[in-house]
């Protein structure tokens, strides 16, 4: 995952001409105007041997010479909020200012370093001036010119230290070979006889698992190796789900309670229903514990030899598809795949779509192309928001993933804005949509989280001790 480095400080010490250097490229606007910068702004720097994303903070002290003001106090939290690591800019040709000093005050509290950064030094005078500096406390200090790129390679060879990137990129490379080479946990679930163990059998090649027409035959979940295509893939197979009012024996509550741990422990859930008889209540049961868990997961219909022979397979497909959709619809992202696994049909497909799951949850949303698409999104579509949205603003938007160690990992949407209560859920969804539209990610959810600006009374409770912010999950 790339590293995250934010530029933070106050009106007009040169944090978007900064940010422009080191970006290569002119993105931030440029003024002497204070306050210019207003949105987030985020872009790749590939100056160092391992590229790193920018943000530049932009507002902060707005309107103001001496005061740290609430709008400063939500700038800085989302810095410490999302950034590995902090430029702090200050302007050696003003000297240290009052806002100067509360800013390094909250920036000293967090355990994220900061580097100290002494902008529009462009003379020898004026670097001399960054001596002034080093009593606000901080021992990284460096003396730049951003408008003439001076002391710019000494300030990304102390960024690539800190963040110690080479090693970082060597252990990110080093956790993809090692996850890659990692048997896929696949856990099979279902109702009784959908026909799981026939799906084990299939893929086996063999009869591992016991088969019956006797509904409650698998009692134990059973963790099996298995290689399809070339990869290697750890199956575990589960007892059939029963109603609870129909769970009449000790025998039978443990082997539910073992395939609810099943799902828990496995990188992929393959949700096995008999479409030949239809969808019944408890394969919505399950799908939702599966729902309910957070799991990548993939709708296998079984005995599809069975579902209107009669008729031709892409009317029969386009039925399937129409019926499970509408009856699986809170899984929306769950890829649909049918098989026979009695007849040994279409297996391949099965694990073209793992596979293809797998691939999609590596990848990752660009930050900069995430914010972009948000913040386009809201603008022609404010939906809920109404009116509100004069006074609702997404600050910004950050993807961090909740299991970097897992083959596939769930993506965590941070979205930071003020007057947050005001995406509802419905409203989520419909961001959740959009992403998927420019980033399909296959059989993955997504976890979207809220933070916003705290109240007035909050923010002057919590100046003293930093700013944590309002917390809301879905």
């Known amino acids: 995952m790339p590293r995250t480095v934010a530029i933070v400080g106050r009106p007009n010490v040169g944090k978007s001409a900064l940010f422009n250097r080191l970006a290569g490229k002119n993105i931030s606007i440029v003024h002497d105007m204070a306050g210019v910068t207003r949105d987030r702004i985020t872009a790749e720097c590939r100056r160092a041997k391992v590229p790193f994303v920018l943000m530049d903070t932009g507002g902060i002290g ?200 099943s799902i828990k422990r496995a990188d992929l859930v393959l949700l096995v229903i008999d479409c030949a008889s239809g969808a019944t209540m408890q394969d919505r049961k399950i799908a939702q514990e599966i729902l309910k868990e957070q799991k990548p997961c993939l709708l296998v219909m079984n005995k599809f030899d069975l579902y209107h022979p009669d008729a031709s397979r892409k009317d029969r497909l386009a039925e399937l598809d129409e019926t499970m959709r509408r009856e699986f619809f809170f899984l929306h992202y769950a890829p649909l795949i049918a098989i026979s696994a009695k007849q040994k049909q279409h297996l391949g497909k099965l694990f073209e779509a793992v596979q293809k799951i797998r691939g999609g949850a590596r990848h990752r949303i660009g930050t900069g192309q995430l914010n972009r698409l948000l913040h386009q999104a809201i603008e022609n579509s404010p939906g809920p928001l109404g ?60 976890r979207i989280s809220v933070r916003g600006k705290p109240s007035r009374q909050q923010f002057q409770a919590d100046r003293k001790e930093g700013w944590h912010g309002r917390r809301r999950s879905r």
């Open 62 to 261: 707005a309107n103001t010479d001496d005061v740290l003001t609430e709008q400063v106090q939500t700038e800085a939290a989302l810095a410490l909020e999302v950034a590995d690591l902090l430029l702090f800019v200050v302007d050696v040709t003003a000297g240290i200012t009052p806002i100067d000093q509360e800013l390094a005050a909250m920036l000293r509290r967090t355990q994220k370093s900061v580097i100290l950064v002494c902008n529009k030094a462009d003379s020898a005078k004026r670097r001399l001036g960054g001596a002034e500096f080093t009593r606000m406390g901080f021992p990284e200090q460096v003396e730049v010119s951003a408008l003439h790129g001076l002391g710019i390679d000494g300030l990304v060879s102390r960024i690539s230290t800190l963040l110690d990137l080479e090693n970082a990129a060597e252990e990110e490379e080093e956790t993809e070979r090692r996850l890659s080479k990692k048997p896929l946990k696949l856990a099979i679930v279902g109702r009784p006889n959908a026909g799981k163990s026939s799906l084990v059998n299939a893929i086996l090649g063999q009869d591992r698992a016991i088969v019956s027409d006797v509904a409650g035959t698998t009692r134990d979940s059973l963790d099996i190796l298995a290689s399809f295509g070339g990869a290697d893939y750890q199956l575990i197979d589960t007892a059939g789900i029963r109603r609870n009012a129909r769970i009449d024996t000790p025998v039978e509550i443990f082997s539910i309670r073992q395939a609810h741990q």
């Open 387 to 446: 009116r509100s949205t004069r006074s609702f603003k997404l600050l910004y938007a950050s993807q961090v993933n909740s299991a970097e160690d897992s083959p596939i990992p769930v993506p965590h949407f941070v979205l930071f804005a003020n007057r947050a209560e005001k995406l509802v859920d419905s409203y989520l969804r419909y961001l959740e949509n959009v992403i998927r539209q420019e980033w399909p990610a296959p059989g993955v959810p997504f």
